[in-house]
């Protein structure tokens, strides 16, 4: 017995011999074959620049052809509810109603502020101020809630009101 231990030992090192010639061969047989597809890339395209040459007529990316649009689309309102476009712009109309989040309230002697959080900044609303870019205006600050006013167009035009709120977020931390 001890001495058929070194004779298996001595065959199965043999079996794991270097001679892998076989499979060098048909590996440099297949390399021989093989070429790389290299699929064929198009030209990039010209960026040719568009010139606006009517320099009398209104920029169409100039804010003022949208104010004027605002301005005519309310003339025509039929149900004489329009926003005051004239008037000048609060700091928390600048952002979506969806991304201002309410985080808290704040009480003084006859006064009531909601605290509105938007991108980490924390703001003081009070009734009627304005928010969100629906020409929201505060009408409620209650405990866990603020109410807005806003005036929308609907399909066909027509200025309407609409009723949205704001609820508390709590807070994760």
Same mark, same amino acid.
């Given at each position: 017995? =001890?001495?058929?231990?070194? !004779?298996?030992? @001595?065959? /199965?090192?043999?079996?794991?011999?270097?001679?892998? %010639?076989?499979? +060098?061969?048909?590996?440099?047989?297949?390399?021989?074959?093989?070429?790389?597809?290299?699929?064929?890339?198009?030209?990039?395209?010209?960026?040719?620049?568009?010139?606006?040459?009517?320099?009398?007529?209104?920029?169409?990316?100039?804010?003022? =052809?949208?104010?004027?649009? !605002?301005?005519? @689309?309310? /003339?025509?309102?039929?149900?004489?509810?329009?926003? %005051?476009?004239? +008037?000048?712009?609060?700091?928390?109309?600048?952002?979506?109603?969806?991304?201002?989040?309410?985080?808290?309230?704040?009480?003084?002697?006859?006064?009531?502020?909601?605290?509105?959080?938007?991108?980490?900044?924390?703001?003081?609303?009070?009734?009627?101020?304005?928010?969100?870019?629906?020409?929201?205006?505060?009408?409620?600050?209650?405990?866990?809630?603020?109410?807005?006013?806003?005036?929308?167009?609907?399909?066909?035009?027509?200025?309407?009101?609409?009723?949205?709120?704001?609820?508390?977020?709590?807070?994760?931390?």
């Amino acid at each position: 017995m =001890k001495h058929l231990l070194p !004779l298996i030992l @001595l065959v /199965s090192l043999y079996g794991c011999s270097n001679s892998n %010639d076989e499979l +060098r061969t048909w590996m440099t047989d297949i390399r021989k074959d093989m070429r790389p597809i290299t699929p064929k890339v198009d030209e990039p395209k010209t960026f040719e620049p568009f010139v606006y040459a009517n320099q009398a007529e209104i920029d169409p990316f100039d804010p003022i =052809k949208i104010t004027n649009a !605002l301005r005519k @689309l309310s /003339s025509k309102s039929s149900s004489g509810l329009a926003p %005051d476009l004239n +008037r000048r712009k609060e700091p928390l109309e600048d952002y979506p109603l969806d991304t201002i989040a309410m985080v808290g309230i704040l009480e003084k002697p006859n006064l009531r502020y909601a605290l509105l959080r938007v991108n980490n900044v924390i703001y003081q609303a009070k009734i009627g101020n304005y928010v969100g870019q629906n020409f929201g205006i505060v009408t409620k600050i209650a405990e866990g809630e603020v109410t807005l006013k806003e005036v929308v167009q609907d399909a066909s035009g027509e200025w309407v009101e609409r009723i949205s709120t704001l609820q508390l977020q709590e807070s994760t931390k």
